[in-house]
């Protein structure tokens, strides 16, 4: 289930699949990411979960992730600039920023300290490694 809220609206939609000829997309490449962008897989394989999330045309220092026990939390923040001249004047100028996120929650809580990330190509690696210790504690029946 995804919790998270998109960007998008009914209307967006509705002009983007029925009426595509009057959706006005921008001008220089590649609209915002919306948090369903963000493509995410995640496995598990005995003492960690390894996170690999698709965040193509994005500056490393522009990720931020935050880890509080068994959520984890992946944000970026996107900036796109486009600009055209023509013997210094000036005939158009776009300028695109904003932040796309998205939240994950793990079967159980990470080790922080011991989490590792690394960005490469457009694509996040995570390595999440299990919080050791007891899991949950069995109640005693009197």
Do not use: C, W
Not at 6 to 17: A, Q
Request: glycine content about 10%.
């Amino acid at each position: 289930m995804n919790a998270l809220i998109s960007r998008g609206s009914l209307f967006d939609d509705f002009f983007r699949d029925v009426a595509p000829g009057f959706y006005v997309k921008p001008l220089h490449g590649d609209p915002l990411p919306s948090a369903g962008q963000i493509r995410m897989d995640v496995k598990e394989n005995g003492d960690a979960y390894t996170v690999s999330a698709e965040i193509p045309g994005v500056r490393k220092e522009d990720i931020h992730v935050t880890i509080e026990g068994s959520m984890v939390m992946v944000r970026a923040e996107v900036k796109q600039e486009d600009s055209q001249t023509q013997d210094d004047k000036l005939l158009r100028s776009e300028r695109y920023f904003g932040s796309v996120s998205r939240g994950i929650q793990l079967p159980q809580d990470v080790d922080q300290g011991q989490a590792k990330a690394k960005y490469d190509n457009g694509v996040l690696m995570l390595t999440l490694p299990k919080k050791q210790g007891k899991g949950g504690q069995k109640l005693r029946i009197e």
